[in-house]
C-alpha cells in the first residue's frame, strides 16, 4: 500500500531553515508528482509545492517562491522541502502528497513552529 513518512518538521527561529523529507512506499516514485500542502491552525489546507516525475518541473504557492525549493531523489524515493527565511506564519502541518491523475495517497504530516 502506499505510504508517505515525514521527517524534519521542528521548532525554529524567524529567518531560520529547515529540510522536510518524505520517504515514499507502494508506489512507482519515479513516475510519480509529488506535493507538498500545509495546514494552520484554524485555516484550510494549501498548496505549498510540486514537482513533477519528468523534467522535473516545479511550482510554489506565491508567498513561499524564493524561500522555498522542492526537489527529489528517485534513486531514494524520497522528496524534499528545503525552507529557508522562515516566517512566524508558515507555521502549519506539513503534508507530503502523491499525485497521478488523481491522490494516491497522504502523509500524516509533521509539525513546523517558527517562533522567537
Known amino acids: 500500500q502506499v505510504q508517505l513518512v515525514e521527517s524534519g518538521g521542528g521548532l525554529v527561529q524567524p529567518g531560520g531553515s529547515l529540510r522536510l523529507s518524505c520517504a515514499a512506499s507502494?508506489?512507482?516514485?519515479?513516475?510519480?508528482?509529488m506535493r507538498w500542502f500545509r495546514q494552520a491552525p484554524g485555516k484550510e489546507r494549501e498548496f505549498v509545492a510540486t514537482?513533477?516525475?519528468?523534467?522535473?518541473?516545479?511550482n510554489y504557492l506565491d508567498s513561499v517562491k524564493g524561500r522555498f525549493t522542492i526537489s527529489r531523489d528517485n534513486a531514494k524515493n524520497t522528496v524534499y522541502l528545503q525552507m529557508n527565511s522562515l516566517k512566524p506564519e508558515d507555521t502549519a502541518v506539513y503534508y507530503c502528497?502523491?499525485?497521478?491523475?488523481?491522490?494516491?495517497?497522504w502523509g500524516q504530516g509533521i509539525q513546523v513552529t517558527v517562533s522567537s
Open positions: 502528497n502523491a499525485f497521478t491523475f488523481k491522490s494516491l495517497g
Open positions: 514537482i513533477t516525475s519528468t523534467g522535473p518541473r516545479t
Open positions: 507502494g508506489f512507482t516514485f519515479s513516475s510519480t508528482t
